[in-house]
C-alpha cells in the first residue's frame, strides 16, 4: 500500500519493483563513479549510423563535446527507427483542439510521412544543413511536423513561443538569420483568435533574412499573403515535391539540433543550443527512467513547445521512448475547470507532466471539477518549472492523484536539456523536494567561496559532471557561455538557483539568485521587462521586480520613472502594462506599476533591485553601503 507517513511519501512497493529502475540509490551509485559508462549503455538503447570514438571529449573545457565521430539523426531514433517494428502502426500522436470539436491521431507510420512532406518543402525552398528556421506556432500537430522535418535535414530549429510580441519575435529572428519561418494564421486562447500572421508580417519587416514563410490554416482569421514570400502550407502540400518519403540526413553526433532563447540577466535573450546525439541521449534516458516509460503509456505534457519542456519532453523525449504523446491545443480552464481532467479521463492517460502554477490555478476552482472524472488511468504524475509548495503537492497527490500516483518534481532549465535532480517512482518522496541528483549527475551546494555548504544550509546550485544533453554554448557568443556558466567557479556548471540539500540527501530548490523572475514557470528576465516598459514614450527609467505570488509563485512589479514633463494619470498603470504586453509578452505584462520620483542605486548607477524587493516585502534592506546618497 502506498503511504503518506508524516512528510513522506512512501509508493506502492509494486512501483519499485516493476520499475526500470527498481533500485535507484544503487544504480545513482554506479552511475556516479562511472558517468560515461553509464552514458555509453543508455545510448546503446538507440542507433546510430556510425558508433563514437569516445563518449565524452572534454579537451576543450567548458566546450563539452559527447559521443564525439559518432553518427547519428535524433529523427532516425524518433521516427524512423519504429518504423520497422510493432511500433509502425502505433500512435505516435493524439490531438485534440482548444474546443474539443477536432480530433487528430498520427500513427508513427503517418507522423512520418507527415514529417517527409514538410521536410521536402522546406529542402524545395533551399533549407539545407545548418540553416536556421524559426517554427511560431500554436500547440497544433504541425509543430512536430515542423521541428521534426528541420531535424531530418539537419537544419537548426528556433521555436519561438506563440505568444511572443512582433518586437520579441522579430529580435529572435533577426538574431538567428532564419531563412524561413513557419507560422499559423492565427491561434485559439480562450476562445478568441490570437493574430500570429499578422505578428509575423510586423516581425519580419525587419528581417532581411527571412526569404519564405509557410502559414498554416488554423483560425481562420483574416490574412494579408504577400505573393512571393508567403504560402499557404495546404497549397504546398498539393505540390508533387510534397513526397511521403524524404531522406534523413546522416549528422555528426555534435551538429546542432536546434537554438532556444531563454531569458538572462540582460536585456539580449540567450540562445542556447542543443546538438543531436547527447540531446537524444540524455532525453531518452531521463524520460524512460524518471517516467517509466511503456510501451502502453500514453503520455501527456502540457507544456508549449515553445519552451524547452516541450522540445524535450513533448515532442522529441516521448518519440526517443516510443510513446503515444497527447497533445492539447487549449489550457486547463476554458470553457470550465475540468478540461484536463476530462481529457484525461477521455484518452487514458497514465502519466501526466505540468507546471505547479497551473495546479494552484486549478485548486482554487475546487475538488468538485477533478472529482467528475474517473482519473484512474493516472499511474504517475510531474511537476516541473518552479517549486512546487507542499500545499499544491498534497492537492495533486490527493486529488488527482488518489494517494497511489508518485509525482516526479523534476528540476532542469533550457541549458541542461534534461532532468538533473528528481526521482525515480518507487522512492520515497518529499513533497516541495525534488529530490536527488538524476543518474550520473553530481550536485553540490556552494558558498560565495566555492565551498560545499553543510547540510540545511542555502547555497549556490552547481552541477559538477557535464551531462550529454547539455547546452553546447550560447549560439554565436561563446564568451558569454563561459561568463555566464563556468566562470564563478572554475570547472563547474552555476545553474543560477539557491538550494539546501537535507541529511537525506534530498534537494529542496530555493528560487533564482540572479536577475531572472519564474511567473507561471515562464522564465523573464527583468532587464526584458524593463527595456519594454522604457520603450514607452512617458518612461525614463524602469525597474522590475519579482513577488511571491499565490498562484503564479513570482508575479512582476515594476517602479517607474517619468520622463520630465509626463504626468501620472489614471490610466497610466494600464496603458504601461498593455505596452509591455504587446511589445514583449502577456506573459510578461506586470501586476502593478509604481510611479515614483528616483530609483534606489549603486553609485555606478546599477539599479539596487534587492533594496526594491526588500521594501515592498516590509524585509530589512540589507547591507545599504553601496547605495547612492
Ligand atoms: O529556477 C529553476 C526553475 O526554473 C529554472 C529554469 O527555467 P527554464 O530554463 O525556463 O526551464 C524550465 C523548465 C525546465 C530553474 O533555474 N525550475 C525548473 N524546474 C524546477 C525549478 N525550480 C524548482 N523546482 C523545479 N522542479
Not at 507522423?111 to 528556421?133: E, S
Not at 499557404?232 to 546522416?250: H, Q, R
Not at 530548490?509 to 514614450?537: C, F, Q
Not at 524587493?613 to 547612492?628: H, I, M, N, V, Y
Amino acid at each position: 500500500m502506498a503511504e503518506l507517513d508524516g512528510d513522506v511519501f512512501h509508493p506502492d512497493r509494486s512501483v519499485a519493483a516493476t520499475a526500470h529502475v527498481p533500485d535507484a540509490d544503487a544504480l545513482r551509485a554506479e552511475a556516479l563513479a562511472d558517468p560515461q559508462g553509464f552514458w555509453a549503455d543508455m545510448a546503446d538503447e538507440l542507433e546510430w549510423f556510425e558508433p563514437w570514438d569516445k563518449v565524452l571529449d572534454d579537451s576543450d573545457a567548458p566546450f563539452y563535446r559527447w559521443f564525439t565521430g559518432a553518427r547519428c539523426n535524433i529523427v532516425h531514433n524518433c521516427l524512423d527507427r519504429h518504423l520497422t517494428g510493432p511500433n509502425k502502426n502505433k500512435l505516435a500522436l493524439i490531438w485534440q483542439s482548444e474546443d474539443g470539436s477536432e480530433h487528430k491521431t498520427y500513427s508513427y507510420y503517418s507522423l512520418n510521412r507527415q514529417v517527409n512532406m514538410m521536410a521536402n518543402i522546406i529542402k524545395a525552398m533551399g533549407i539545407t544543413k545548418g540553416d536556421r528556421v524559426t517554427i511560431y506556432l500554436p500547440r497544433i500537430p504541425e509543430v512536430f511536423f515542423a521541428m521534426l522535418a528541420c531535424a531530418k535535414i539537419g537544419a537548426v530549429h528556433s521555436v519561438i513561443f506563440a505568444g511572443f510580441s512582433s518586437d520579441a519575435l522579430a529580435s529572435r529572428i533577426d538574431d538567428s538569420e532564419s531563412k524561413l519561418v513557419i507560422t499559423a494564421d492565427g491561434s485559439f486562447v480562450n476562445g478568441s483568435v490570437f493574430p500570429l500572421k499578422s505578428i509575423v508580417d510586423e516581425a519580419v519587416r525587419y528581417s532581411p533574412t527571412v526569404e519564405n514563410v509557410i502559414v498554416v490554416r488554423r483560425a481562420g482569421n483574416e490574412v494579408t499573403m504577400d505573393a512571393l514570400r508567403d504560402h499557404w502550407y495546404s497549397d504546398l502540400l498539393a505540390l508533387p515535391i510534397a513526397k511521403g518519403t524524404c531522406e534523413t540526413v546522416s549528422l555528426d553526433s555534435e551538429d546542432p539540433l536546434y537554438i532556444l532563447y531563454t531569458s538572462g540577466s540582460t536585456g539580449k535573450p540567450k540562445a542556447i543550443l542543443h546538438t543531436h546525439g547527447g540531446y537524444m541521449v540524455g532525453t531518452y534516458t531521463t524520460l524512460k527512467y524518471t517516467f517509466d516509460m511503456r510501451p502502453e503509456d500514453r503520455w501527456w505534457c502540457t507544456a508549449d513547445p515553445g519552451w524547452v519542456t516541450g522540445h524535450s519532453y513533448l515532442v522529441y523525449g516521448p518519440l526517443l521512448t516510443g510513446a503515444t504523446v497527447f497533445m492539447f491545443e487549449g489550457g486547463p480552464t476554458y470553457p470550465y475547470p475540468n478540461r484536463w481532467w476530462q481529457l484525461i479521463e477521455y484518452y487514458g492517460i497514465t502519466q501526466f507532466y505540468t507546471a505547479p502554477t497551473a495546479i494552484r490555478s486549478l485548486m482554487r476552482f475546487g475538488e468538485a471539477w477533478p472529482n467528475r472524472h474517473d482519473l484512474s488511468s493516472l499511474r504517475l504524475l510531474g511537476s516541473v518549472g518552479e517549486p512546487i509548495n507542499p500545499e499544491a503537492w498534497h492537492w495533486f497527490h490527493r486529488v488527482i492523484g488518489k494517494e497511489q500516483c508518485p509525482i516526479m518534481d523534476t528540476w532542469w532549465q533550457t541549458e541542461t536539456g534534461m532532468f538533473q535532480i528528481t526521482q525515480t517512482p518507487g522512492e520515497p518522496q518529499k513533497p516541495g523536494s525534488a529530490g536527488k541528483p538524476f543518474f550520473g549527475q553530481d550536485v553540490a551546494i556552494l558558498d560565495a567561496d566555492g565551498n560545499e555548504v553543510p547540510d540545511g544550509e542555502e547555497g549556490f546550485l552547481v552541477l559538477k559532471n557535464p551531462w550529454p544533453a547539455m547546452l553546447r554554448t550560447l549560439y554565436r557568443d561563446d564568451q558569454r557561455y563561459v561568463d555566464t556558466y563556468w566562470s564563478t567557479y572554475p570547472g563547474v556548471y552555476l545553474a543560477g538557483d539557491s538550494a539546501r540539500r537535507d541529511a537525506d540527501g534530498y534537494l529542496w530548490i530555493i528560487g533564482r539568485t540572479d536577475d531572472v523572475i519564474k511567473v507561471s514557470g515562464h522564465r523573464l528576465g527583468t532587464a526584458e521587462v524593463e527595456s519594454a516598459l522604457v520603450s514607452h514614450p512617458a518612461v525614463s527609467e524602469a525597474a522590475a521586480i519579482g513577488l511571491p505570488h499565490e498562484v503564479k509563485g513570482n508575479a512582476i512589479h515594476a517602479y517607474v520613472v517619468l520622463r520630465v514633463g509626463e504626468k501620472e494619470t489614471p490610466t497610466l498603470a494600464e496603458e504601461l502594462r498593455a505596452h509591455v504586453a504587446q511589445h514583449l509578452s502577456p506573459i510578461a505584462k506586470p501586476d502593478a506599476i509604481d510611479v515614483v520620483e528616483k530609483l534606489p542605486k549603486t553609485r555606478s548607477g546599477k539599479i539596487m533591485r534587492r533594496v526594491l524587493k526588500a521594501r515592498a516585502q516590509g524585509l530589512d534592506e540589507g547591507d545599504l553601503s553601496t547605495l547612492e546618497e
